[in-house]
């Protein structure tokens, strides 16, 4: 079984719509990262969470929110989906910063 | 600020050696990454530097030289399953933060 999943894989949505990605993982660790990934451009953080009461911004937060439910839970929400959000997101964990990341499968989001 | 540059492209030849340079400016730094990433699957960690030299795995090897901002990722005896990105990332203690560069992708021909 797959350490870290997320929930969609896919999905279409229309511009305004609100969409939330799900990620879970069972690898007892305490930080857990949101990335979206364009071509061209790499992954960009959007958020992180180095503990179910700590959230922190990344470098592209403005458009999105999260919520980190549990531990193990940490889901990303998209209050009014617009195109340039069509893009591959990645949830990520880690035992520590400087700790390998681990990646979920990704969710490939399109937005019309 | 902080920057981390990768070729885009490269191609090489199956069963030959390929080495991908990564060049970076941060503040702070604390490790440089290597992930792997086939086309629509996640990141895979590959390798990880934090004091300069080289650091061998089995095909794959990375260098760092922290004085001049620069690692590379050697990859030898190269298979065709190696075509994929090569993500180099660089951790720093200022930001708290992992920056990953755009990557470069590596075609590997027959």
């Known amino acids: 079984d797959a350490d870290v999943t997320q929930t969609p894989r896919n999905r279409i949505t229309k511009t305004g719509k609100r969409i939330m990605l799900e990620c879970s993982q069972t690898?007892?660790?305490?930080?857990m990262y949101w990335y979206r990934q364009d071509p061209g451009l790499g992954l960009r953080l959007i958020y992180y969470?180095?503990?179910?009461?700590?959230?922190n911004k990344g470098e592209i937060s403005d458009g999105y929110s999260v919520s980190r439910q549990a531990q193990a839970k940490f889901s990303l929400s998209l209050e009014s989906a617009i195109p340039n959000q069509t893009a591959l997101y990645f949830c990520?964990?880690?035992?520590?910063?400087?700790?390998?990341?681990?990646f979920g499968p990704g969710t490939r989001l399109t937005v019309l | 600020g902080q920057n981390i540059d990768q070729p885009t492209e490269m191609t090489a030849t199956e069963g030959a050696i390929v080495q991908i340079n990564c060049t970076y400016q941060?503040?702070?730094?604390?490790?440089l990454f290597w992930y792997q990433q086939h086309a629509g699957e996640a990141p895979t960690f590959l390798s990880y530097?934090?004091?300069?030299g080289l650091e061998e795995k089995g095909r794959f090897s990375s260098f760092l030289s922290r004085s001049k901002g620069y690692s590379y990722l050697l990859l030898k005896e190269l298979q065709m399953k190696d075509s994929a990105s090569y993500l180099c990332?660089?951790?720093?203690?200022?930001?708290?933060?992992?920056?990953f560069g755009q990557g470069t992708t590596l075609q590997v021909k027959p």
């Open positions: 990520a964990t880690s035992g520590t910063t400087l700790d390998t990341q681990y």
């Open positions: 690898k007892g660790h305490d930080r």
């Open positions: 969470s180095f503990d179910v009461k700590d959230i």
């Open positions: 941060t503040s702070g730094f604390n490790g």
């Open positions: 530097n934090v004091l300069d």
């Open positions: 990332a660089v951790y720093s203690s200022n930001t708290g933060k992992l920056i």
